[in-house]
């Protein structure tokens, strides 16, 4: 599969969201693979066994993991974690069970699990920061490599470069921005049999998804102020 561009050996000490607008990229970028991941399951019609938004969470976590050199995809995973974090705290007791989603909570312990099981000796300072307990540690190693195992041969598939992926959005707010430069440099690893469209716009509320009939993943401009709102 897609490897890290350069991984460091050495211990790393953990950038905390020292910054409201880091905080709203890496959550922006979490979100956005996490859409692209429906999307491939959808333009590659795979199987999913189990709930398709957990398989969604696991395709963006590995997609962090394996696209940025290791200080960042640190400091990418810890704001996304902040972010489940954050909307935990907004939604209070109101935890929606019935949800599609799992709840916000078991998905900041699922993405700090995977996420430091691809490197647990690299990334041992996060289990320890992000308070993972010890009785989930014992695993994420295991869970890594079934969750890599799994979308590794998919991200084979698509390796390659071309013009599939295709944004029809703006470029002026900060949002724009990031999901334009986010499309562009997925179509440098990313071949898809299928034009995947992308684009940002008003949608009246702060979400994001994949339209199956239209091939196309729409992140909501409302989205940048929610996240401003529960940033650290
Ligand atoms: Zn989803």
């Known amino acids: 599969m897609l490897k890290g561009i350069a991984f460091c050996a050495s211990m790393i000490a953990a950038p905390v969201a020292a910054d409201t607008d880091d905080f709203v990229e890496a959550n922006l970028l979490s979100i956005f693979y996490h859409e692209l991941g429906h999307a491939l399951i959808d333009i590659l019609k795979l199987p999913v066994f189990g709930q398709e938004e957990d398989a969604a969470d696991v395709a963006s976590i590995l997609l962090i993991d394996a696209f940025f050199e290791e200080e960042y995809a640190v400091s990418i995973a810890y ?5 489940f974090l954050g909307e935990a705290h907004a939604a209070g007791s109101d935890i929606a ?3 599609v989603h799992g709840p916000d909570l ?4 699922n993405l700090v699990c995977l996420f430091v099981g691809a490197d647990m000796d690299a990334r041992s300072d996060m289990i320890e920061d992000l308070e993972l307990p010890e009785e989930r540690q014992d695993s994420c190693e295991e869970e ?3 969750a890599n195992s799994s979308w590794g041969p998919v991200f084979d598939e698509i390796e390659g470069s071309g013009t599939s992926i295709r944004y029809t959005g703006g470029t002026s707010s900060l949002t724009e921005q990031i999901i334009s430069e ?7 690893n990313f071949r898809l049999p299928q034009t995947l469209k992308v684009t940002v716009e008003d949608c009246g509320e702060a979400n994001a998804y994949y339209d199956l009939e239209r091939t196309e993943i729409t992140i909501c401009s409302e989205f940048e102020g929610w996240l401003r709102e529960i940033a650290p």
């Open 79 to 83: 704001d996304a974690a902040f972010g």
């Open 97 to 99: 069970w019935w949800d």
């Open 106 to 109: 078991q998905r900041y312990y």
């Open 144 to 146: 890594f490599d079934l």
């Open 182 to 188: 986010e499309v562009a440099a997925l179509n440098q």
